[in-house]
């Protein structure tokens, strides 16, 4: 892998610095939005991986349908650059659930919801606040996490969503697939019987005069299999547009579509065999990779036989026992973290590279959490 990093690393910034290659953006845009036009499926990606207005902006460019957010602080700020927004996170706190309400009254917003409080008290809030919110019932389809455990559970809360007047519309489905990590040549079966679950869902809906005319799913494991998943109408994912070694390792892309790297200094080589990185789980998260726990805390670029084998707050540490040599005190490295999503909010802004050079952009929804 050339080290598409190095401008970065050989820049006087301090570090750790998270740096963002928009070259490498605009290729994994381009690419997932190539696939879903020729599948017919609307793109509604997560913005909780990037946080950025900027990289929001290039998705809508692209064609984005909206912007999916997680919590209602994010989708504040995403407001200024679609006026479709999925809160695909149940609302239910009082200040959560009001503030979703007023944001109602200028935008589209669509929450997903699996539960009847959850339905009764978003109603409650619409009507206060003179607005309507579009609902998606989320369905659980195999990650036990969040959704009707049931197709009849569900048409029990899409109906008390239809009885709800004014304040509430009935949109459709949503569904997460976060359990499917399976070789993009072996999720067929899977796949299927997630669509199998969606076909007995809808067809139950429109059994009692329901639609679903959005049937919300995806994730970056599918995203490029989507199309056996036939019921959905828009995808999701967020992790695609930087990639991670989690998204490597499971062989859903290379090294070279990941856009997003922390650069690290070498602090330390007292410890004969090591080196410590200033970058601990304060930068990197102390995240294992979900298919290779074993492999450590990401990837070193520089010496690709390395391993970071311990994270506290600020150190970094990382064996070397497998390389042929060790990097000097003082040493830049590139690493690719395991999970991109939780590094992008643990940072205040960002290094873009551009072909013009580098330029700093700040995390935009950085620690929006409520």
Known sequence: MANRFERARQELIATPALVIDLPTIEHNLQRLHCYAKQHGLQVRPHT????????????????????????????????????DLLIAYPAIDPDRRRRV???????????????SYGISVLA?????????????????????????????IALELAQQVAQAGKSLRLDGILFYPGHVWAPADQQAEILTQIDQRLAETIALWEAHGLTANIVSGGSTPTAFQSHMIRRQTEIRPGTYIYNDMN??????????????????????????????????N?????????????????????????QIVRLSEEHGEIDFAACDS?????????????????????????????ADGIEQDSVDARGLLT
């Open 282 to 306: 304060k930068t990197l998260t102390s995240d294992r990779n979900v298919l290779q726990p074993e492999t450590g805390f990401g990837h070193v670029v520089e010496y690709p036989d390395a």
């Open 247 to 280: 998204t490597v390792r499971a062989g859903y892309c290379t090294l070279d579509d990941c856009a997003a790297a922390v650069i690290a200094t070498v602090v330390s080589t007292a410890v004969p065999g090591k080196c410590v990185i200033d970058a601990g």
């Open 326 to 354: 060790l990097p000097q005190l003082g040493e830049r490295v590139t690493i690719i973290p395991n999970h991109i999503c939780p590094c992008v909010n643990l940072q205040n802004h960002a290094y873009l590279q551009t």
């Open 124 to 152: 409650a809030a619409a009507e206060a606040a003179g607005s309507t919110i579009g609902i998606l019932i989320d369905l659980n389809i195999g990650f036990p996490r969040t959704g009707a455990a049931t197709p009849k």
């Open 48 to 83: 909780k991986t990037h946080k950025s207005r900027r990289l929001a902006r290039m998705q809508i460019e692209h064609g984005s349908v909206g912007l999916t957010v997680a919590k209602l602080g994010e989708a504040e700020v995403m407001a200024a650059e679609s006026n």
């Open 101 to 115: 309400a007023e944001l109602a009254k200028s935008h589209t917003i669509r929450v997903a919801v699996d539960s």
